[in-house]
């Protein structure tokens, strides 16, 4: 770019993120390295739960990155995984939505924190699902299983989502009924969203199909994402066409298997691939630590 060529104008997100983040009121003073402070938590079932904690003023994120958080052990040194951040790039605080495992070295500890509780949050996101990860489209889908699920929240919320594609569908498979709790509040709350509604109108919340299922206890719609996709299903469902590389964009989010699944699924649509540096039609999340995905 020469110095004659005008600079692209920001998009909403960018005009939103530039705005300085702040640290609530009474939030406690930081006494562990890379500290911030728990504001709230709410546990969703027994194994699952979300929280949310003040936000370091030097972090910029892309709505899709995670980063690295966690507490203190045993001895001492610090346990950290990777957590999406659920919460948009322009949000003054994070959210994290977490599995509670007995008997994990991290989520054992992490499942008893209240408000007001310290955590360890190291400020340097990363990550491959981010809208600059993806040509221009006209759907775009976004296909979780369990907590895969964080990283769409983030999105979901993001004003450039729905200014990049007309229509947005997210597909969410859990083995419960319970396990879909979250992401049914999130879409159920997306209609009052008041910085989206002020942007697009108030019925911009139609233009989100969303397709809950699960795989054990009996719902509606049951079945594997990769499953309702090859089949069809959910293409007669929601009235949409096939997946086809013209119009469809795809970001996955779960375990390490239904990651690779999902890959061949999209690939049979003739969907490829893409990353930060070369965009195209599907992104899968790389980072897969059993924990905090």
Known sequence: MDDTTPAPAPSATEKLAARPATVGPGSAKPTLP?????TQVRHWTDWLMSFRCTRPASLRFRSGEFVMLGLPGEDGKPILRAYSIASPSWDEELEFYSIKVPD???TSRLKNIREGDQIILRPKPVGTLVLDALLPGKRLWFLATGTGIAPFASLLRDPDTFERYEQVVLMHTCRQVSELAYGR??????ADDPLLSEMFGEGFADRLHYYPTTTREEWPIMGRITDNLTSGRVFADLGLPPMNPADDRAMVCGSLAFNTDAKKVLEGFGLHEGANSDPREFVVEKAFVGEGV
Not at 34 to 38: G, L, M, P, Y
Not at 185 to 190: I, K, N, Y
Request: no cysteine.
């Open 34 to 38: 890379d500290a911030q402070t728990v």
């Open 185 to 190: 509040d999130l879409v159920e709350s997306l």
């Open 104 to 106: 994990g070295p991290l």
